[in-house]
């Protein structure tokens, strides 16, 4: 079993391709899918679920302003 953790302070369509190309590469013939996602820490049109062959792989969202505040973060980050 894998666990990975990440995050960015690049947009969540920059990571969520980093995903899908690590995904490519490392599960070759793998469908990687995305799903609406409803966390109150992330905000509601940057954020997913990330399904990998219709199996729940993780999340992927950009942190809300409560988010940021949360992890004492201060510039725009992107969580998966």
Do not use: I
Request: proline letters at 5%.
């Amino acid at each position: 079993k894998w666990l990975l953790g990440l995050v960015s302070g690049r947009g969540f369509a920059a990571v969520k391709g980093t995903l899908e190309s690590l995904v490519d590469s490392m599960c070759a013939g793998s469908k990687l899918t995305v799903a609406p996602l409803q966390q109150p820490l992330l905000h509601p049109d940057r954020s997913c679920q990330l399904l990998l062959d219709g199996k729940l792989l993780g999340f992927l969202g950009e942190l809300t302003p409560a988010g940021l505040k949360q992890f004492e973060l201060r510039a725009g980050t992107v969580a998966a």
